[in-house]
């Protein structure tokens, strides 16, 4: 499975974006989903996570309230709508597919990833 982020950029404080990743296969239907991203001298953290029908979500304490995650199955596509967005937002903005169908907050626990969209708020 191949994995391609997009819809980064750059937005002022207060701003929205949607970032979308598009699966290369149907594979990733059947597959949890999630979103990390990496700051600028900064660990990867988790972000948020979708299980392979939606059901199921989880968020990092710091988007949720802010971001939303979702799925077309359809389209072998996952967005990540991005409101009220902060400048500590700033970071490189994966995408990656899970081992399990269920969603997962652990990078453990994935298998593919993408390379990854710039999202830079500005102060």
């Known amino acids: 499975v191949q994995l391609q982020a997009s819809g980064g950029g750059l937005v002022q404080t207060g701003g929205s974006l949607r970032l979308s990743c598009a699966a290369s296969r149907r594979t990733s239907s059947n597959n949890g989903m999630g979103w990390f991203r990496q700051a600028p001298g900064k660990e990867r953290e988790f972000v948020a996570a979708?299980?392979?029908?939606?059901?199921?979500?989880y968020y990092a304490d710091s988007v949720k309230g802010r971001f939303t995650i979702s799925r077309d199955n359809a389209k072998n596509t996952v967005y990540l709508q991005m409101n009220a967005l902060k400048p500590e937002d700033t970071a490189v903005y994966s995408c990656?597919?899970?081992?399990?169908?269920?969603?997962?907050?652990?990078?453990?626990?994935?298998?593919?990833w993408g390379q990854g969209t710039l999202v830079t708020v500005s102060s």
């Open positions: 979708i299980s392979w029908n939606g059901a199921n979500t």
């Open positions: 990656a597919c899970s081992l399990y169908s269920r969603a997962d907050i652990s990078p453990g626990g994935y298998r593919y």
